[in-house]
């Protein structure tokens, strides 16, 4: 499973970059509202980039949350979770495939099922309002599933003491406010009791 472990938050080893207006924002419509999000193109291109490339394609329209915790985040982009009370929602990927770094201009990879490379280069912690990669807890084991963070989840940083290693690739900029409503629904299970569907994700900028 794709799984964020929980763990006690720790301090901040870094904090967030201030907003960088060349880099591209998305634009998430769910059934709870709109949010917008800086992605970090800058600084991790990689993934980044296959983030981008997943949005433009449709992957993620009609999917649902799978997993919202309050006081810790947000997890969605499992295939399987297009249907809201899937026993497998948490396990999916996208296909083995290519993308290209929109920052190099080179292509990249998805393979052994629909993972990309770690990209544990840029020092910017789970902080409130980041985006950031969710993964099996082995190396290269990210694909398409990410968590929106509610609170300082510092121990999820990959260059923290933890285990957990979670590499940042945005932040909202717009909207916090319904991802935190997100995390508050009621669950059964960490699966929100009334389904939240994400309409679609329009990248700008890019």
Known sequence: DNVVAMGCAGSSAANAPEHNADNPTATFDCTM????????????????????????????NGIHFHRVIPGFMDQFGCPYAKDPRSPNAGT??????????????????RTNGGNIRDENISKDTNGPGTLSMANTGRPNSGGSQFFLNVADNANLDWFSAGQSKHPVFG?????????VNISKVPTTND?????????????HGI
């Open 171 to 179: 932040k909202i900029i717009e909207g916090y406010d319904i991802v």
């Open 191 to 203: 699966n929100p009791k009334t389904p939240i569907k994400m309409n679609s994700i329009t990248i």
């Open 33 to 60: 509202g709109t949010f917008k999000a800086e992605i970090y193109l800058d600084r991790v291109p990689v993934t980044a980039s296959n983030f981008i490339d997943l949005a433009k394609s449709g992957f993620y």
């Open 92 to 109: 999916g990927n996208p296909a083995d495939g290519t993308f290209t770094n929109l920052k190099t201009k080179t292509v990249e990879h």
